[in-house]
RNA sequence: GCCAAUGUGGCUCAGUCGGUAGAGCAGCUCAUUCGUAAUGAGCAGGUCAGCGGUUCGAAUCCGCUCAUUGGCUCCA
């Protein structure tokens, strides 16, 4: 039979061999590391027999499947070893996740930590028994029959078509329902570790009842885990939960309450200059303003159906049965600032309309939510909703994404973000509203719009907003764990229910589109975001302290003020440290603030009229002149130069 | 909201068996006029997250609350 390999070329094998045999006869160490392999397509075990022509791709611990194979078994190899120490426990399910893998349990008591290092010293001892794994296949009943004594197994099967053949999994004296693949014995999970314990509900659902899970990972030599864990300790200093409060950019306080971050000046600054670009930028590209309130009637979220879709999520005042007025703080700015359209009638020559405000909302998470900057209740959001015919639909949509990718760039994390099409989920129409048709109409559009304007994207079933579709602009923190942090939706829901119209050309009312999007996203994600990517050493351009000179002597301290008022006068934000302290004491701090300019003056500096300047991330750059640095510092800020 | 862990000066941490709190850094004061990652001395700072209980006595044991962290669920 012939084989298509992995980089094109075609070769003959006796039929019925298996990937392995094949991987060693091309490489022996090939055959050695290999873990899983692709058959046209379809990840499969290594010793799976070949019977005809296909490609094949043999899969490594390189390969991001060929991890998975190994993760999963390695899942395998946790509830084993559950198994022995604890046999009351029941089995839920154990995928490999793209960092390890995780096993579902239920068991009357939480796993301690005690627990968990024996749990991983006995996965130690099954690695080294290096077990076979076998894979079997029954039919339904057998498989009922098989997993009598496992509930969560049994649900799974009942859940399954009624003809489908289940395979098992078993090495040595465990075995395990599973679709598979796996590696080909527990020897190969090499290293295993086990990370922590996590409560979750059984098949995701808060009904249900809340397993015991554990979290793990493996890799194929110790050395790799210790690089793998200190990466993560690495990731924790730029954490921007530990970081932002070091330098001083937020703190929280108990009586303040949860998901409520006080904002400190550091922070409060680059906040505020991120906020004056994007307004400057918004209405250089024809965007309006808006001034809304802060709260409003229930009545406006009936409306707009927040009411029923979003009440938990909302602070609400008064008491309806006490006869009290009912207000609730805004979640969202849309409602009002279709009443701003509304308060006029429109001719289809006014449109497109730019709404933009930049707008403090409230949203009342569950208390488990919250977390650092990321998600709070009180937040600022670059917000905007544009009106338009459904003819600029298109064209409003590009300028929505120029603009983006435009801040993006400025902020210096184009390269980092990812767009994911967020779409609807028919089997859950409950929780949207507007017909399947609708639906299916308004996704083919933005579907339309986004391969026209050629962005690559994942789509996401079930992530839309209730009303509408959205395009999701996502960013991965320092832990891998993403996060939304700007979102564009088309909404065709609202304009209806909102009465909004426009008159056309033919003298007719009709319904325009609405683009609900941002632009940088919420000020205060963004921070901690921004802390993470540059661990916590901002651009210049944003930074609250741009340039901080210090003096050597008394006698320079004089120097340094004169020129900070000079910089000052051109916008630059600039302090002067002229404590009586050694310099490498004053350069240590400034470091530490990742101040982007030092300037230091002493004797020579002051007859010379120049700086010995040390720039952030590069040191000491050399003396320069005054009038050289001024134009230097102005013109990067300017253009918003990153380093 | 659910499952867990944690909570000692601003920060990082010590505090044994329950006997009444300790260090380093930061801060303040004084001295030092100093050349690129820590000048010296002194001072101040804590109801041990809060409330309640057990006890002759609680940072330590128990309960509740609040906050933080890791997950789950949720995220207009």
Redesign the pocket.
Known sequence: MKITLFDGTVKEFEQGSTAKEIAKSLNQKLGKTALAAKIDGKVVEVDTPITQDCTLEILTFEDEQGKKALWHTGSHVLAQAVKRLFPDAKFAIGPATDSGF?YDFDKE?????EDLSKIEKEMKKIVAENIPIEKFTLGRSEALEFVKNEPYKTELILDLPKDAVLSFYKQGDFTDLCAGPHVQSTGKVKVPKL???????W????KNK?L??I?GTAFLSQKELDEYLEQMKQAEER?H??LG??LGYF???????????LIMPKGAKTIQVLQRFIEDEEEKRGYVLTKTPYMAKSEL?KISG?WD??Q???FVLGDEEKGEEVLAL???T?PFQYMIYNAQQHSYKDLPIRYGETST????????????LI?VRQFTLSEGHIVCTPQQLESEFMGVVDLIKYVMGCIGIENDITYRF?KWDPNDAK?YIGNPQLWNEVETVMRGILDHIGLSYKEAV??????GP?LDIQFKNV?G?E??II?V?IDFALAERFSMTYVDSDGVKKMPYII?RSSIGCYERTLAMLIEKYAGALPLWMMSEQVRLM???????AYCQEFAQKLRAYGVRVTVDD???????K???A??ERIPY?L???????AEKTF?V?KRGQ??IG?MGQQELLELIVKQIAEKVIF
Do not use: W
């Not at 008591?109 to 930590?113: C, E, G, I, L, Q």
């Not at 079930?462 to 009303?467: I, P, S």
């Not at 003096?551 to 301290?557: C, L, M, S, V």
């Open positions: 995780y008591t939480p796993f301690s930590n990370l922590r314990t996590a409560g979750a509900y098949r995701g659902n808060e809340m015991h899970r979290y954490d939960n530990k409060r070091e703190t929280t306080h108990a009586a303040v309450g949860q998901g409520l971050p979220y927040h879709h979003y938990d999520g909302m805004r979640p969202m849309c909302l409230f949203r009342n998470e569950a208390s488990g939510e919250m977390h650092g998600r967020s929780k079930g992530e839309a907003a209730f009303y959205k832990f764990k996060d939304t979102t939706q609900h003096n050597i002597t008394d006698e320079a301290a404590r009586q302290e050694k310099i490498g004491y350069i240590r701090e470091r530490n030092m230091v003056a002493g004797e020579k500096e002051l010995a040390r040191g000491d003396g």
